[in-house]
T-cell receptor
Framework: EPEVTQTPSHQVTQMGQEVILRCVPISNHLYFYWYRQILGQKVEFLVSFYNNEISEKSEIFDDQFSVERPDGSNFTLKIRSTKLEDSAMYFC?????????????FGDGTRLSIL | LAKTTQPISMDSYEGQEVNITCSHNNIATNDYITWYQQFPSQGPRFIIQGYKTKVTNEVASLFIPADRKSSTLSLPRVSLSDTAVYYCLVGDMGGYQKVTFGTGTKLQVIP
């Protein structure tokens, strides 16, 4: 079964540094998402992306965050100047379309640790 | 998305059938019911989705009564590897693009 793959599995970064998290969505999917989960808390929506632009974003997704689909396969999340509170698991997801009948498929995440 | 209520945690012995019930009193006509499973240190995984009556796949069954104000996820003969958090989500076909996760039900399977 096709999978969403994320790299790296664990990223350790100094506070204030830039970090890029990478994702390869399922190949025929059109919609892409980033979520995060702080340890012990709920999975939170960050952003959704379609047709090379952001379609929805949460209040968490401020100016420090950006997303990009640099080629036909990768989908990246960039945090420009990391803060301690950015430490979390970051999950990428993709779906063939919007709507409940098109469930999102999640990767296994990147654990981001900010020192 | 319709608000959902599910137990915070459940314990079960290996080999037993587990039923997790989710209440969604404000479910709308176009809403579907979707369940995800999340293992520790992994991403949520889609398990099953339904609109009414019963849906079954190789992993679970989903029972939805006629009034659709609740649903029950049934896991047959659980094993230790079914220990996970299970999320009930309710949303319409018109398309939400984001999934809003609650706290889910933490299922602990005991040997």
């Amino acid at each position: 079964e096709p999978e969403v793959t994320q790299t790296p599995s664990h990223q350790v970064t100094q506070m204030g540094q830039e970090v890029i998290l990478r994702c390869v969505p399922i190949s025929n999917h059109l919609y892409f998402y980033w979520y995060r989960q702080i340890l012990g808390q709920k999975v939170e929506f960050l952003v959704s992306f379609y047709n090379n632009e952001i379609s929805e974003k949460s209040e968490i997704f401020d100016d420090q965050f950006s997303v990009e689909r640099p080629d036909g396969s990768n989908f990246t999340l960039k945090i420009r100047s990391t803060k301690l509170e950015d430490s979390a698991m970051y999950f990428c997801a993709s779906s063939p379309g919007t709507g409940v009948r098109q469930p999102q498929h999640f990767g296994d995440g990147t654990r981001l640790s900010i020192l | 998305l319709a608000k959902t209520t599910q137990p915070i945690s459940m314990d079960s012995y290996e080999g037993q059938e587990v039923n997790i019930t989710c209440s969604h009193n404000n479910i709308a006509t176009n809403d579907y019911i979707t369940w995800y499973q999340q293992f520790p240190s992994q991403g949520p995984r889609f398990i099953i989705q339904g609109y009414k009556t019963k849906v079954t796949n190789e992993v679970a069954s989903l029972f939805i009564p006629a009034d659709r104000k609740s649903s029950t996820l049934s896991l047959p003969r659980v094993s230790l590897s079914d220990t996970a958090v299970y999320y009930c989500l309710v949303g319409d076909m018109g398309g939400y693009q984001k999934v809003t996760f609650g706290t889910g039900t933490k299922l602990q399977v005991i040997p």
